[in-house]
């Protein structure tokens, strides 16, 4: 590799080391430009470190030099700052020597800590990509108003909203908790819908007794009571909305066959629908295996028949 060309601002080694006196004497800094080719005595690459025998000859090692360097830099008489090209990676590091403690402000942040103990044999290479550059977010001037759009999007946030949320409205509080339970009980509704199968089974039976259905099913799943009663008997409402989230297609079909097959006088119809309802879920299978075993073997069946005339022959 060759050499790198570039010079570098330092000062004398006089005149880093004179004595107070003489500082005192100096008002202004002196500066000098030092070719890095000058610098190093070998005919490798400057920063290459090896292991030959003109390196182990020199007076300091290159830990002791870049120690010296780093007490120096932590001093303030030598700043270190990173150059990068037009793409952002790093290309290579200005020195500024100064004959005077310089310490900045930013200059614990431009100051970029040095290994102590490099590794031997491996040459750094003077164009390579360190590292990519750090992209951060832009500072948005007004984050506030920026919020303010992002909430202005849910519906259930912006229903009713006091302009100064530091004074309580009750009014507006009470039309928010409406407008919530509004659209809490139409989402639930069309739930009930879809699981149901609303569209395909409104055309088996009438409309307006399975919309009192559905209505039933939203009212009581909307419902915030800890307990709710069913024939009679308080449930934890828990174990009520269980029930009912279970019911689909099949058991809408049995509460109808239910009522249809009920012959006895109904006071409270809501109740029973109710009742019959919250059942459905865990009566449906035994209703079915009974009505199943009841036609292939009650009276007026085959089954019965012969069964009969065994009995006669046998007496």
């Known amino acids: 590799m060759k050499p790198n060309g570039r010079n570098l601002n330092l000062t004398s080694c006089d005149e880093i080391f004179q004595t107070e006196e003489t500082r ?10 030092i070719p890095l080719t000058e610098l190093h005595p070998f005919k490798n690459h400057p920063f ?3 292991d030959d025998e003109s390196m182990l000859e020199t007076a ?15 001093a303030g008489y ?5 150059e990068r090209n037009e793409f952002g990676h790093l290309k290579g590091t200005d020195y500024m020597i100064f004959e005077k403690p310089h310490l900045s402000a930013d200059s614990s942040e431009i100051k970029e800590p040095m290994l102590e103990k490099p590794a031997l044999g491996k040459p750094t290479l003077e164009n390579s990509i360190l590292d990519n550059p750090v992209l951060e977010k832009p500072t948005l001037e007004n ?3 920026l919020n303010t759009k992002k909430t202005s999007k849910d519906p259930l946030m912006t229903m009713g909203l006091s302009k100064h949320p530091s004074i309580p409205d009750p009014s507006r509080e009470d039309k928010v908790e409406k407008d919530e339970m509004r659209l809490d009980a139409h989402s639930i509704k069309e739930a009930i819908k879809d699981k149901i199968e609303y569209k395909f089974i409104v055309q088996r039976y009438d409309k307006d007794r399975l919309n009192e259905i559905v209505d039933l099913m939203v009212e009581t799943l909307c419902s915030k009571r800890e307990y709710i009663t ?6 934890p409402a828990s174990l009520v909305k269980e029930r009912l ?3 689909d297609s099949t ?8 009522l249809d097959k009920n012959t006895t006088f109904i006071r409270n119809i809501k109740k029973y629908l109710l009742k019959t309802l919250f059942n459905a879920p865990s009566t449906i299978d035994s209703y079915y295996t009974a009505l199943v075993k009841h036609d292939l073997y009650g009276p007026g069946t085959r089954f019965y028949e012969d069964l009969g005339s065994l009995i006669k022959s046998n007496k």
């Not at 005192?24 to 430009?33: F, L, P, T």
């Not at 300091?60 to 932590?74: T, W």
């Not at 030598?78 to 990173?82: D, E, S, V």
């Not at 058991?251 to 239910?258: D, G, K, N, P, T």
């Open 230 to 235: 069913v024939a009679g008997d308080d449930y």
């Open 143 to 145: 984050p506030t108003q």
């Open 245 to 247: 989230q279970r019911i």
């Open 251 to 258: 058991h809408i079909e049995y509460v109808f066959e239910c």
């Open 78 to 82: 030598i700043i270190r700052t990173r």
């Open 60 to 74: 300091e090692s290159i830990d002791a030099i870049r120690e010296a360097v780093r007490e120096l830099e932590q």
């Open 48 to 50: 290459k470190v090896t």
């Open 24 to 33: 005192i004497e100096s008002s202004q800094e002196k500066v000098i430009d």
